[in-house]
């Protein structure tokens, strides 16, 4: 996404920016029961888990930004997120409803990248799209997405989301995409069954710990890979935070544009470091055969469980959120940063996000895409404490969940030396996307084909 890496350290007291999955961490939603929540939602009445009063100031400022004009009755908005996550969208987009009378038609599922390239093939794409950002650069490049920037103004983008972050969706001098949330990724544990090391120098110590209690008959990891048509993206985002730690900003970001060849020694290098884990049966609660089959939604709830299935699970800022009521913050839940390698590449941090962009202009459109940039539809997303955000303007406070305040104060007051940077998991092209993903569950298949696996990858990164 970028082509160079962001400092978060200048960022004291901001929360911690961006969202998710991006290719999301998404649960899977359908038109039905988004229009059955919407029903259930009266005009006025603020959506569980969203604060009242910043509910109150996002209303007010949606109808600022809408200046009395008549919009029209509804917009239609397609995303990754569905289930409880798109819920929690839906609720920050009701806000725009009660404020302008447009009804917001969100819709998240897991097979957007195939609806919304088959809905511009036909030429009636949606109003407004949240996707990964290497698809939405696509689209840029074929001058189909509306230019952001003209229309919240470059200054208020900057100021919102940092000057790095915007450059990461510009091209040609035109914005294309905004930011909603933004995850970071961790090591997350259970600190009353967890036995190893809190605050591990090295990632060799946490082979080391799972090796000892492979050899004890316990499965220290969870692993869930099952998305749907994006199974496998949990274990990408697994190897791409070994890549960071290992290789640094400069070979992730080459890795990311294709410029380094996934059959290179250092990406093979990275998938064998995840495999030595994830190929394992010793090793991962279920065994391969159980990651693959355990859905995103609910995976990693052995974590918390009264009989816990594992200790482990490297995943995004999103884990809290989808584990749910079990989690017990610090109690039964708490996360340390990804260990490195020992060889100064430790503060590279990867983050996944996903940005909303636009393929019709109109009044409509426009009024709510200054409403999604505005510090107060951010505070109010950040308020759900499903994810952290993306403005930068967003207090730490905000959350409630002492986990994002950590996760706020470890990524960006606290930590001088952490560099923002991400790989193929953002920046590549939903055929590269679809081929390493899809790849890394033919790895867990059959751990014997990962040289054909990455020669598969790189020639759908060659066929662009």
């Known amino acids: 996404m970028f082509s160079t890496t962001q400092r978060a350290g200048r960022r004291t007291g901001a929360a911690l920016v961006g969202l998710s999955a991006v290719v999301a961490v998404s649960l899977t939603g359908c038109a039905s029961a988004e229009q059955s929540g919407a029903a259930a939602q009266s005009k006025g009445a603020v959506p569980a888990r969203l604060d009242p009063a910043l509910y109150a100031k ?12 008549k919009l029209d009755k509804s917009l239609e908005m397609i995303g990754v997120n569905g289930g409880a996550e798109g819920d929690v969208l839906k609720g920050v987009y009701k806000a725009f409803t009660d404020a302008t009378g447009t009804t917001v038609n969100y819709t998240g599922t897991q097979d957007e990248n195939n609806i919304v390239q088959s809905r511009v093939a036909a030429g009636n794409p949606p109003a407004i799209v949240d996707q990964a950002v290497g698809v939405a650069t696509q689209y840029a490049k074929q001058g189909k997405l509306v230019d952001v920037g003209s229309v919240v103004g470059a200054d208020k983008l ?15 001098g035109k914005t294309f995409g905004l930011y909603q949330g933004f995850n970071n990724f961790m090591v997350w544990y259970n600190p009353q069954t967890y036995t190893g090391p809190k605050d591990p120098k090295s990632w060799d110590e946490l082979v080391k710990y ?30 791409e935070n070994i890549f960071a730690k290992k290789y640094g900003p400069e070979l992730l970001r080459q890795w990311g544009a294709s410029e380094l060849s996934w059959t290179s020694p250092q990406v093979k290098d990275a998938f064998e470091e995840f495999g030595k884990i994830a190929t394992d049966d ?13 859905p995103i939604a609910t995976g990693y709830n052995g974590i918390v469980a009264a009989k816990p299935t594992c200790q482990l ?27 490195g390698f020992g060889n100064g590449k430790e503060g590279t941090e990867i983050f996944q996000t996903t940005v909303t962009t636009a393929f019709k202009d109109s009044p409509t459109t426009r009024a709510f895409l200054k409403y999604v940039a505005s510090d107060e539809a951010q505070a109010l997303l950040a308020s759900a404490d499903q994810w952290p955000v993306a403005d930068v303007n967003v207090s730490a406070d905000t959350y409630k969940s002492p986990l994002l305040k950590k996760a706020a104060t470890t990524y960006f007051a606290d930590a001088k030396d952490v560099q923002l940077s991400t790989g193929p998991n953002v920046m590549a092209n939903s055929a590269v996307q679809t081929a390493f993903y899809k790849g890394v569950v033919s790895y867990l298949q059959k751990p014997s084909s990962l040289d054909q696996v990455l020669k598969d990858i790189q020639a759908a990164a060659t066929a662009q």
């Not at 004890?216 to 190897?239: L, V, Y």
């Open 158 to 172: 900057k100021s919102t989301f940092g000057e790095s972050l915007v450059n990461g969706v510009t091209l040609d």
């Open 313 to 339: 699970a490297l995943w995004g800022a999103w884990v809290p959120g989808l584990i749910g009521k079990d989690v017990k913050p610090t109690e039964n839940l708490d996360f340390f940063r990804v260990p």
């Open 58 to 69: 996002a209303v007010a400022a949606a109808k600022q930004i809408a200046g009395g004009q």
């Open 210 to 239: 799972t090796d000892e209690q492979a050899a004890a008959g316990k499965q220290t990891w969870c692993i869930a890979e099952d998305a749907g048509g994006g199974s496998g993206f949990p274990g990408a985002q697994f190897i």
């Open 282 to 294: 010793k090793k991962v609660a279920g065994g391969r055969a159980g990651a693959l089959a355990s």
